[in-house]
């Protein structure tokens, strides 16, 4: 979710700028050739986008190798996870997920009329599959599956999921939500939509707004059976996918080498403010995502005040832990300096 606005907090320092690391974003820009797009869709923006996303969707299908009937797109991946709940639950149907997990879960399902049902973290900040297995009722409608997980960082292994997934009644819809995807680097951590997309029960949400740098332009996308995204199509707020944004993901698809790039930048520096952090707060657990999450319970809020006071930007979710985005080296070490103040 959006982090305080960096302008706004410079001004209130007196600092020529001030630094975000609160919302998960790539630090690079946009990707070659996006600006161009976007710029020559503005020009045609007094017409309506394409509703169906056609194009779009055919080079999702041809980037993943499959139909493009199994894909539909939305404002993000968290509006298609709100769409899948609308065509999933009626008011008292339960919605189960790991808590603390993605903060839009619950806004989701209290919108939806669903229950809420959180199965609490494992000491090692991961998913506790087996209680959420347990915790399966017969008003269980739609799992939600975040990995890696966000704000945590921490990842499900493949025959951890695959033990969970089977174990999930043939009714009731597994959403794997993989916004960070692209920056996995434990072999041990499946792709999902590879794994287990060819389960009927089994939607995978994927998003432009992390690795790919579309955070500004919404473009999110989910694989599934095509019964499942032609239901999905339906419900979709009508051109909610602007012509401008489909525009740039389009551009954005062609320069894979870049993101890749890009990631193995964000990887390195992962890695490198995770050993540095760990000589402070000792218990910060693996990220396979493009943030490091700190567990500083009851005292995340003063933490992220603190590194504020010196310009830079956390998200604090007070009582577990702070979020912390992977930057530019120089971003992270205003972070890392910052934290050292700070503990």
């Known amino acids: 979710m959006p982090g305080r606005n960096p302008a706004d907090l410079a001004r209130e320092l007196g600092l020529p700028q001030a630094i975000k690391l609160a919302s998960n974003e790539v630090p690079y820009g946009p990707l070659p050739g996006v600006v161009e797009a976007v710029a020559e869709a503005a020009a045609s ?5 394409d509703m169906g996303v056609v194009e779009l969707r055919e080079a999702f299908a041809d980037k993943l190798g499959i139909d493009a009937d199994r894909i539909a797109t939305g404002c993000g991946s968290v509006a298609l996870a709100e769409h899948l ?12 997920y790991s808590w603390r997990s993605f903060e839009a879960y619950p806004i989701i399902a209290a919108t ?5 049902v959180r199965v609490p973290n494992t000491a090692g900040h991961e998913h506790d599959l087996r209680a959420m ?5 017969d008003r269980t409608r739609m799992i939600l599956v975040c990995s890696p997980n966000n704000p945590t960082g921490t990842a499900i292994s493949g025959t951890e ?5 089977d174990s999930v009644p043939d009714d009731v819809l597994i959403v794997l939500d993989e916004a960070y995807r692209e920056f996995v680097t434990d072999p041990a951590v499946p792709d999902g939509l590879a794994a287990h997309g060819h389960r009927p029960n089994v939607v995978v949400l994927r ?4 690795a790919w740098g579309l955070a500004g332009l919404r473009i999110g996308y989910l694989v599934g059976q095509p019964a499942v995204a032609a239901t999905v199509r339906k419900v979709v707020t009508p051109f909610s996918t602007s012509a401008v944004a489909q525009a740039a993901a389009l551009a954005a698809l062609k320069q894979a080498d870049e993101v890749a790039r890009r990631c193995a ?15 402070l707060v000792p218990d910060v657990p693996t990220s396979q ?24 930007i956390v998200r604090p979710f007070q009582g577990d832990g702070v979020r912390v985005t992977i930057g530019t080296p120089e971003e992270n070490d205003a972070f890392l300096a910052a934290a050292a103040t700070a503990l």
């Open 45 to 49: 923006s007094h017409r309506y986008p």
């Open 85 to 96: 709940a609308r065509v999933t639950c009626l008011p008292g149907d339960e919605i189960l």
């Open 112 to 116: 939806t009329g669903a229950t809420s």
């Open 133 to 137: 297995s347990a915790a399966i009722t």
């Open 161 to 165: 999921l695959s033990r969970f997934i």
């Open 207 to 210: 998003t432009l707004s992390k």
């Open 265 to 279: 930048l964000v990887i390195a520096e992962r890695e490198r403010v995770t050993t540095a952090i760990r000589e």
């Open 289 to 312: 995502a493009n943030f490091v999450w700190l567990p500083l319970g009851a005292g995340a809020a003063e933490f992220g005040a603190a590194c504020e006071k010196r310009g830079v």
